[in-house]
Nanobody, 128 residues
Framework: QVQLVESGGGLVQAGGSLRLSCAAF????????VGWFRQAPGKEREFVAA??????????YYAASVEGRFTISGENGKNTVYLQMNNLKPEDTGIYYC???????????????????WGQGTQVTVSS
C-alpha cells in the first residue's frame, strides 16, 4: 500500500505563490508517474500537472490553464514531488490531490485512470 501525503496548501491573495509537496511514505518514486489533480466545490476533479520518469529521462505535463504558472518537479528515486504555483488566480481554488501510478506517456498521464494511489488532499484558497 502506498501512502501519499500532501502539504503546503493555504490561503493566498491573487498573484501570490504556494508550493505544494507530495511525500510518499515507506517508498520512493521510481519509474512511475506522479500527478496533481484539483477539485473545486461542485466540480469534477481535474488534471493539473504530472511528472514521469523512465530509465533515461523525465517528462512533465500541464493543464492548459496552469501552463507557464505552475511547475512540477521531483527526482527519480526520491520520495517527494513538488508543485510550485505562481501567479495564483481565484479559479485555482480547490482541494489539491497528489496521485501516483505506473509509468505512462502523453495523454495517458492526464487521465485519473492512470493513477492507483491518492492522497487525502490539501486545500488551496486564492482570494481576489
Amino acid at each position: 500500500q502506498v501512502q501519499l501525503v500532501e502539504s503546503g496548501g493555504g490561503l493566498v491573495q491573487a498573484g501570490g505563490s504556494l508550493r505544494l509537496s507530495c511525500a510518499a511514505f515507506g517508498r520512493t518514486f521510481v519509474r512511475e508517474v506522479v500527478g496533481w489533480f484539483r477539485q473545486a466545490p461542485g466540480k469534477e476533479r481535474e488534471f493539473v500537472a504530472a511528472i514521469t520518469w523512465s530509465w533515461i529521462m523525465s517528462d512533465t505535463y500541464y493543464a492548459a490553464s496552469v501552463e507557464g504558472r505552475f511547475t512540477i518537479s521531483g527526482e527519480n528515486g526520491k520520495n517527494t514531488v513538488y508543485l510550485q504555483m505562481n501567479n495564483l488566480k481565484p479559479e485555482d481554488t480547490g482541494i489539491y490531490y497528489c496521485a501516483s501510478g505506473a509509468y505512462c506517456s502523453t495523454s495517458e498521464c492526464l487521465s485519473r485512470g492512470a493513477y492507483d494511489y491518492w492522497g487525502q488532499g490539501t486545500q488551496v484558497t486564492v482570494s481576489s
